[in-house]
């Protein structure tokens, strides 16, 4: 049992610690965290309208954002969701995520979003190349491992990597997220007993 328990909190540390290593990497480009606070608060602000959007885990940590961005208060939607209204005009914003750089339906709906006049920031670790990015008005850069990128030389087996194809990326993103909340929690002068009134009460 004490082996198991020691087992497990290595691999939790050590998963931990590759997470946290993604938001220590240099760019030139400004820090992601920044990005997507900044690009929700002017939404918030010109009272628009959040939709997000996101493909497999991607779209599940989305959605996730989605519904804390609702017990901020905002008015936060997931693309394809029946209750889900139009996207209109500059003041809302669709958070879209392509960490491989691009997939045939997150381009599809970027380019809807952008026809009809919106925002469009696109979260992705191939900011230069990916197809995604060149739809959008915004782009937040996660430094992290994806199947763009995880097909390297085998490794032997006692040496499988701990965040397999593009976990390292999806579980970065759940990272920044709560950042984004705790962050818009104080921007939006939103109180921890506020948030927590506007959960549901239906379970």
């Keep these: 049992m004490a082996s198991s328990a020691t087992s497990m909190t290595t691999l939790a540390s050590e998963m931990c610690s590759q997470i946290s ?21 002017i939404t918030a602000t010109a009272k628009g309208r959040i939709f997000v959007h996101g493909v497999g885990r ?34 809302d914003l669709l958070l879209a995520s392509a ?16 026809s009809n006049g919106a925002r469009v920031l696109v979260l992705t670790a191939q900011p230069d190349s990916g197809s995604a990015a060149k739809l959008a008005t915004a782009i937040g850069y996660i430094p992290a491992q994806t199947m763009a ?12 990597p701990l965040l397999p194809m593009g976990s390292l990326y999806e579980g970065a993103m759940f990272v920044l997220f709560e950042m984004v ?14 948030v927590r009134s506007r959960h549901t009460n239906l379970e």
């Design 99 to 114: 960490g491989p750089g691009g997939f045939s339906t997150v381009d599809a709906i970027c380019g809807v979003a952008r």
């Design 58 to 91: 991607e779209g599940l940590m989305l959605k996730a954002l989605c519904m804390r961005l609702a017990h901020l208060g905002l008015s936060a939607h997931c693309v394809g969701d029946v209750n889900a209204p139009p996207i209109s005009s500059s003041s």
């Design 149 to 160: 990128d995880d097909q390297g030389p085998a490794p032997p087996e006692e040496s499988r």
């Design 21 to 41: 290593s993604v938001f220590s990497r240099t760019s030139s480009r400004p820090p992601v965290l920044d990005v997507v606070v900044d690009e929700i608060a």
């Design 181 to 194: 909340v705790f962050r818009l929690g104080e921007v939006l002068g939103e109180s921890p007993a506020a």
